[in-house]
Nanobody
Framework: QVQLVESGGALVQPGGSLRLSCAAS????????MNWYRQAPAKLRELVAR???????NYADSVKGRFTISRDIAKNTVYLGMNSLKPEDTAVYYC?????????WGQGTQVTVSS
């Protein structure tokens, strides 16, 4: 079973920055993709950013130019750098690993953007 542990969530003011981390119990290079999702209260979970095995990245339109997904294969860790944070970025952020025979989720980390 793949285990994912997120960290780095916090309360931050609008315009601030955070970096989330997702530590995996597997080689992240073996996954087809590592993803960050988020879910705000009373809203559906949405894909925020994805990094594929070949390193290709994709972003939701709402975060393009502000968020950056990256990985450290040696540490089996995926990161989500978030800049210019807005109140509408407030949500629980989840790490997801999608691979052959598994689709695993972390427990989530809360990001709150408020003055």
């Amino acid at each position: 079973q793949v285990q994912l542990v997120e960290s780095g969530g916090a309360l931050v003011q609008p315009g601030g920055s955070l970096r989330l981390s997702c530590a995996a119990s597997i080689s992240i290079f073996s996954a087809n993709a590592m993803n960050w999702y988020r879910q705000a209260p009373a809203k559906l979970r949405e894909l925020v950013a994805r990094i594929s095995r070949n390193g290709m990245t994709n972003y939701a339109d709402s975060v393009k130019g502000r968020f950056t997904i990256s990985r450290d294969i040696a540490k089996n860790t995926v990161y989500l750098g978030m800049n210019s944070l807005k109140p509408e970025d407030t949500a629980v952020y989840y790490c997801n690993a999608a691979g052959t025979g598994y689709d695993s989720w972390g427990q989530g980390t809360q990001v709150t953007v408020s003055s």
